[in-house]
């Protein structure tokens, strides 16, 4: 089982960005998917989630109304975009899968699967 994270890039503050996650060696059946981020010295934090069924969307505070999460299940992939960025969403961005509960959505060991990373960098 593999995720395979793509898109990050140098952006400047105010720009945009699209995130993919692509999943193979499985499907992800009934799997929520998360993208978390770790900036350098800093655990790694929540940023979205999505539920199988793409009704159920979850954001950390500091995305809200900039990043949308959504997901493509016969492609069996999911995608961050993330517009207005700003110099403090600098990080690894990392896709996650697993059989997770609404209230555990934000904890990253709830997750199985773990892709290998995307850098995002936001500077002038």
């Known amino acids: 089982v593999q995720l395979q994270a793509s898109g990050g890039g140098l952006v400047q503050p105010g720009g945009s960005l699209r995130l993919s996650c692509a999943a193979s060696?499985?499907?992800?059946?009934?799997?929520?998917m998360g993208w978390f981020r770790q900036a350098p010295e800093k655990e790694r934090e929540f940023v979205a989630a999505?539920?199988?069924?793409?009704?159920?969307?979850y954001y950390e505070d500091s995305v809200k109304g900039r990043f949308t999460i959504s997901r493509d299940n016969a492609k069996n992939a999911v995608f961050l975009q993330m517009d207005s960025l700003k110099p403090e969403d600098t990080a690894l961005y990392y896709c996650a899968a697993g059989k997770v509960l609404i209230p555990s959505r934000a904890i990253p060991s709830k997750y199985d699967y773990w892709g290998q990373g995307t850098q995002v960098t936001v500077s002038s």
């Open positions: 999505i539920g199988w069924s793409a009704s159920s969307t």
């Open positions: 060696g499985r499907t992800f059946n009934g799997f929520g």
